[in-house]
């Protein structure tokens, strides 16, 4: 169903991800569009999607998207790296609204800047399918790419252990390469890793820019609903969460994540969980 005009306009944004990761996008575009509603699908269920296939993260893409546009959504952010680096073309090709992900806008950002060499941490999915590599080597010439998996981070941060014994012992392993081969940018190319960036600034030890996916995400909307006409007109509402599956810990990571990462006031932003 195609809502014209001043509907359109009403509808949230509606973002995805596989659980607790995508606060962190969601976080910036709130800085970014206060004035936006927001619906946010965690597919709890399904996670991790970083050791599936790529025909099981088309599915649930396909499946997440869908519930989105039943809920209204007049434009989808996949805040996922995984699911963006192996489903966002067939997405595009299959629906019929917008659709940001979390690669194209991060190269834009960085094609901005000078970089010869960029380090890029992402889960084991992420980085099989080359998406960073391919989309950075298109955009800038020469460009060297030093790829990291991390299998380990995003479950760790799901189970709200990121500063754990564990957390720090693969953040120390997985830092490695980057301990003895400094560089300047290390891309998140996970939205569960902004949680890690204390531990991974500690564990480096030297001045690193760590590029958080989400800002440029945020701008890169703000500019398409700008020159669409499709910023919301109304009173802003109240912003939802749905999980595929409760998560009981989902709601204290998500408190602990919004402190940490955006330091915005709680009383602004009212969660309500539903199970669907
Ligand atoms: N936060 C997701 C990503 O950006 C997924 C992590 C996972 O489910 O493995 O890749």
Not at 98 to 108: A, D, F, L, N, R
Not at 152 to 161: D, K, N, P, V
Request: some cysteine; hydrophobic content about 40%.
């Amino acid at each position: 169903i195609k809502k014209e005009g001043n509907e359109m306009k009403k509808g949230p944004i509606g973002i995805f991800d596989s659980g607790v990761g995508g606060l962190t996008v969601l976080s910036e575009i709130k800085k970014q569009l206060p004035n936006e509603n927001f619906i946010y699908l965690g597919d709890t269920k399904n996670f991790p999607y970083g050791n599936k296939s790529k025909e099981q993260i088309i599915e649930f893409a396909i499946q997440n998207t869908k519930k989105l546009i039943e809920l209204g959504a007049k434009i989808i952010v996949i805040a996922c790296g995984t699911a963006t680096s192996q489903a966002i073309d067939i997405l595009k090709e299959k629906f019929d609204l917008p659709i940001i992900g979390i690669i194209e806008p991060t190269v834009e950002y960085i094609k901005k800047q000078s970089v010869e060499r960029i380090g890029v941490i992402a889960t084991e999915g992420t980085i099989r399918s080359g998406a960073w590599e391919r989309t950075l080597k298109e955009q800038i010439e020469n460009i060297e790419v030093i790829n990291k998996a991390c299998p380990m981070l995003a479950t760790i941060a799901e189970e709200g252990r990121a500063t754990s014994e564990e957390g720090r012992a693969v953040i120390k392993e997985y830092m490695e390469p980057f301990k003895r081969n400094r560089i300047d940018k290390i891309i998140l190319g996970c939205t569960h890793y902004p949680i890690y960036e204390g531990l991974i600034r500690a564990e480096l030890g030297y001045p690193v820019e760590l590029i958080n996916t989400g800002i440029a995400v945020s701008k890169e909307l703000e500019q398409y609903l700008k020159e669409n006409n499709l910023f919301n007109s109304e009173e802003k509402q109240e912003d939802l969460i749905y999980l595929t599956k409760p998560e009981e810990e989902f709601k204290i990571i998500a408190k602990n994540l919004l402190d940490f990462d955006v330091k915005i006031r709680q009383i602004t932003w009212h969660i309500r969980f539903l199970w669907i």
